[in-house]
């Protein structure tokens, strides 16, 4: 397949990306007022989840849980948004390969690579919104009020979640080539889980584990109301380095498997 030619009419520099990136910004708040029910699903499972691990946990250890609820409120927030950026990304393109429209996007005159991050920011910013509904319910209904500080959590937040986003790529490079790799989401969200839930304190190594560093900085943002400038700059180097290294490495990944996928000429096959 030939490399997608720009339209003299369409502007492919920085102004017409941001215009194309506002569109699907738009779009994504469209559907999410036209289906209500389950744009409101969603958040209503996340609400479940946690209320069934707080109360359940409070039943059967509520010594522990007491003690450990501001890391768990961070820990399930970060992996909400984790999981919805990660998925987000690679269920897009297993839908896109399931109804034949891979290829189309293909030919869009930002190249593809570029309608597809557009498409996981879109993602991302939703679901910090979601976030920020699902904290203020986790933190009335377990009665703990973290500190909040959005020049703080904003900064660390996108780097905490800019690992997932990373596997999120290089999942979805393997969607291209293999089509059928679903299981394998699924197996991706206990795997959060652990990586969010790392010592990284009795372990340090971990730190340069993704999510295992962002976890551990908004919990002693949120939790010790630490602002952004006063947190250690070699941890801040850490969680920079992990970012956008992982980031980085999914992105490659993720061109490589469509490189890949076009030499077997398996790129429009399901």
Request: hydrophobic fraction near 55%; glycine fraction near 10%.
């Amino acid at each position: 397949m030939s490399a997608p030619t720009a339209d003299a009419s369409v502007d492919t520099g920085a102004r017409g990306y941001l215009r194309f990136f506002a569109a699907s910004l738009r779009k994504r708040v469209l559907l999410m007022v036209r289906y209500p029910v389950n744009f409101f699903s969603t958040i209503a499972n996340m609400l479940i989840l946690f209320a069934a691990v707080f109360y359940g946990g409070r039943a059967i250890a509520p010594a522990a849980i007491s003690n450990t609820i501001e890391g768990i409120i961070v820990g399930y927030l970060l992996w909400t948004l984790s999981m919805s950026a990660f998925s987000g990304l690679s269920w897009n393109v297993t839908r896109e390969s399931q109804w034949g429209t891979l290829e189309q996007l293909f030919m869009s005159p930002f190249g593809f690579g570029r309608v597809m991050f557009a498409k996981t920011v879109t993602n991302v910013l939703v679901s910090f919104f979601t976030g920020s509904l699902v904290l203020l319910f986790m933190m009335a209904i377990t009665g703990r009020w973290l500190a909040i500080d959005p020049l703080t959590l904003l900064p660390l937040g996108l780097l905490a979640v800019a690992p997932a986003v990373g596997i999120g790529f290089a999942l979805g490079g393997l969607a291209i080539r293999f089509k059928r790799v679903e299981n394998l989401f699924q197996i991706m969200q206990f795997v959060f889980i652990g990586l969010i839930a790392a010592p990284v304190a009795q372990y340090p190594l971990l730190k340069w584990l993704p999510l295992a560093q962002g976890s551990q900085l908004l919990q002693t943002a949120m939790r010790d109301g630490v602002a952004l400038w006063a947190l250690p700059t070699g941890e801040l180097a850490v969680l920079v380095v992990t970012a956008v290294g992982y980031l980085g490495l999914g992105y490659a990944a993720f061109a490589y498997c469509q490189r890949w996928a076009r030499r077997e000429g398996v790129m429009g096959h399901y």
